[in-house]
């Protein structure tokens, strides 16, 4: 599996966010999910794929669950 990455940027209100993803990052989230265990693993995927500078940025945002799950749905779309 190649381990390219794909960097793609998601607009949350006025603020644009990148994401760097390998194939190894969604596959993470993917063997993390389970059936109790969902918002855990979009999160863990949305911090550390987002660039690093805009992770104190991107953090408070991730308090709420259904954003955490639309911003890791919308993420995986892409």
Avoid: R
Avoid at 13 to 31: H, I, M, R, S, W
């Amino acid at each position: 599996m190649s381990q390219q990455n794909t960097e793609i940027t998601l607009e949350i209100g006025d603020q644009e966010f990148t994401f760097n993803l390998t194939p190894a990052d969604v596959t993470k989230y993917f063997n993390a999910l389970t059936q109790t265990n969902k918002v855990a693993p979009g999160n863990n995927l949305l911090m550390t794929t987002v660039l690093q500078e805009q992770k104190a940025v991107l953090k408070p945002l991730l308090a709420n669950p259904v954003m955490v799950m639309q911003l890791a749905g919308a993420l995986l779309e892409e």
